[in-house]
């Protein structure tokens, strides 16, 4: 949802949709925070890391994609966090990444997992690649992880006032994907 009012015109009908609310905190300050701390782990490994904003560079092509958002429910009781591969997985790898994420995501936040995965979550846009240019390469595994609900009050002290635990929860999951590939 970062900057998603500069999304292409191929995705126009994404621009405005600033993502889930709750508590005072905007779906995308959340991710970015989140992401950014992900990416400081990482990089103190040695490992290359984007940041990328809504807009994915045309057939973006990368050893892991991770698309990180915040769940939301009228029901500030609904709790929990998952993990989702696309439908259509071309790189072989994308649910071999879920796993490793979902196993260290699990245990660094103790968050539940929410079973309801949607059709949305797994024909995310950016896994879209014969739709859209702004997708990434069919070779790149990937997945979104919804950290938790930003409407639930235990969910968001995760993942908001302890962001840092799903940023290690998130980054030693990509690690230890990157290490079964023997990529690190």
Do not use: C
Not at 17 to 37: C, F, P, R, Y
Not at 51 to 74: M, Q, R, S
Not at 117 to 129: D, K, P, Q, T
């Amino acid at each position: 949802h970062w900057k998603n009012s500069e999304l292409p015109d191929e995705l126009d009908r994404l621009r405005g949709n600033t993502g889930a609310s709750g508590g005072g905190h905007t779906e995308w300050q959340v991710n970015l925070d989140i992401a950014n701390k992900t990416a400081e782990i990482l990089r103190k490994q040695g490992i290359t890391v984007d940041i990328l904003p809504a807009t994915i560079p045309e057939k973006y092509w990368a050893d892991a994609f991770v698309a990180i958002h915040a769940d939301g429910n009228l029901d500030t009781t609904v709790t929990g966090f998952k993990i989702s591969p696309p439908r259509r997985d071309y790189s072989g790898s994308a649910q071999t990444l879920s796993d490793a994420v979902y196993s260290t995501y699990e245990s660094a936040t103790n968050l539940s997992r929410d079973p309801n995965i949607s059709n949305n979550m797994r024909g995310y846009y950016a896994f879209s690649w014969r739709r859209f240019a702004h997708a990434i390469h069919p070779m790149t595994p990937g997945i979104i992880v919804e950290t938790g609900f930003l409407t639930n009050p235990v969910d968001r002290r995760t993942i908001v006032a302890a962001s840092g635990k799903s940023a290690q929860g998130i980054a030693q999951g990509i690690i230890n994907f990157l290490a079964q590939k023997k990529l690190i």
